[in-house]
Structures are given as C-alpha cells and as structure tokens.
C-alpha cells in the first residue's frame, strides 16, 4: 500500500465486479474492461466503501475517459505483488513507486495523492525520530513487501514484519514492537475504525519519514501496457483540466 491525499469518483459502472478467480488471466489486448487488483489500504482502497476508497475512485474516473472500465479484487499485499509478477492482473492501484517494481509495472502520473509516511509509538514513550540512525536497538514493525522510504532502507534498522497495517499497529499495542511505519492516514483511519479503544493509546511522531506518492501502475506483461499508461495519463490530464480532479479530493478530503 502506503502526506495527505485526495480523492473520489463518480462513474455509471458499479464500484466492484464479483470476486475474480485467483489463476484467471488477465486481458491481453486492448480490451475495455481491464481486471485491476488493490489491497485493504484503507481509506485509500478499502472493500468497506461503496466506491473502494479515493484512490480506486480516481483511478476509475480516469479509465472512463478513455471508455474503459474495471473488475476489481482484493489480496493481501504480497499474495498480490506475486500475483502481478505472474501476470493474472492487468493492473493495480494503490502503489508505490521503485525501480523494483518499475522492471514489472509501467506507471503513469500519479493518483494526486501523497501518503505520509513515519512511526506510530505508543503514547507512554515518545521516542525522538529526527535521526534515523539512532534507532538501530529498536524493533520497526513493518508491512511484508511494502515498499518502505528509501532513507528508512538506508538506515538499516531492525524490522518485524506484519501482513499488513492492522496487525502491524496491534503489535505495537501489545508491546511486541517499538515503532510502527505506516501511513499517517492509514494509522488513523484504523484508530478510528478498528482500534477505537486504543485511540488514545498511540501518537503520531514527528517529522515523517517521507512523502510518497500512490500510483496506479499496469502490468508489463500485458502488450497493451504503454496504450493503457497513455490513455490513463489523457484521462488524468482531463480531470484536472475539468476540475474533476479537483472536486473527487475534496470531497473526501476528510478521509485525506
């Protein structure tokens, strides 16, 4: 998954299609209904929205523009990067950008949405984060196959590993590990949503680690990858131009 954000869409086509089978493979060609995976990234892509969440939402009005449409599902994140490396998915959204994933992913312009990304504690130990060297004797709790800030892989810190966001910031509750890195939005979506009798029992340090902007990205697997960056970049191009853009962030400018 994954600075505050922005987001929301209106379409004619429903927010989600069925659930679509794991070893199904994804379009080859050009075809107008592409098959697009997410992960629970809440509030960014989340089943618990009508639309998926802003990022699914923008990503779906950008499609439109150029009169295609989306089945999407769900995974896991690293169930789902392996997935796409595979080639069972024509894209993804809600994804950070790395040369790592840019030898199996071609991505467009970004979504205009930034997540901010730095430690969660719990609120009985404040701990100074403005040097990142000076926490090689904690335990980061981070998310498998995230891909974390390039000055937090520098750094070389002790990692525990977590499926995913929620788990990681129970593990900080439970005193299994000292600082949780996460999205400053994800953490309090969570805290509001699922952790809400622990809300008080966590903060937000500052500063953050990093700004990293949420892509949607298609898979290079699929020949039809660079018409598809294309036309979604036209698409992009067209909502801000149309203040559509501009209207979708604002109204879930809460969430963001």
Known sequence: MPNRRHALALLAAPAFAQAIPTMAPANTGTESVLRVVATEFPPYTTQESSDGGPAIAIARAALARSGQTMEMDFRPWSRLIVELQRGLWDGVIGVWRNPERESFLSFPQSLGIANRIGFMARSERRIDVRDLSRLKS???????????????????????????????????????????????????????????????????????????????????????????????????????????????????????
């Open 138 to 256: 904690l335990r980061i709790g981070i998310v498998r196959g995230y891909a974390n800030p390039p000055a937090f892989e520098q750094a070389n810190l002790q990692c525990d590993e977590a499926l995913d966001d929620l788990g990681n910031l129970r593990k900080l509750l439970a005193g299994r590990i000292d600082l949780a890195l996460v999205d400053k939005g994800v953490a309090a979506y969570l805290l509001r949503r699922q952790l809400s009798e622990a809300a008080s029992t966590l903060v937000w340090l500052e500063p953050s680690v990093a700004d990293m902007p949420l892509y949607m990205a298609f898979n290079r697997a699929q020949a039809a990858h660079g018409q598809r960056v294309a036309a979604f970049n036209k698409g992009m191009a067209e909502m801000q131009s149309s203040g559509q853009l501009a209207r979708l962030l604002m109204r879930n400018a809460e969430l963001l």
